[in-house]
């Protein structure tokens, strides 16, 4: 699973861009250079890549910050999980060894 933290700014009427928004996750609206906060999560890459589509087309959304959650480092099993097919490799791999994707790492 996949949470991400998507930030939103909106043109006037944070209030309804809220009401639409709140069907896509847990969302907050918050003082500061966002209005809302929106804590979402997906089974994938391609989910996550839909409720952004979905979030896009919203009106009123003038842009957005999108923060995925590395939840991928386990140090305990000293392993790192693909975020794009789930499988687990070792710490310093860089790709994949079942899909081929680039590991993210820190
Ligand atoms: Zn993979």
Redesign the pocket.
Known sequence: MISAYILINTEDGSENVFKSVKRLGEAFLVYGIYDIILKVQATSIDELKEIHLQLASVPNVRGTLTLIVNDSLDFAKRTLR??????E?PLDAK???????K?LNV
Not at 82 to 87: D, E, N, R
Not at 95 to 101: D, L, S, T, V
């Open positions: 693909c975020l794009a097919c789930g499988s490799m790709y994949c060894g079942i899909c081929g994707a590991l």
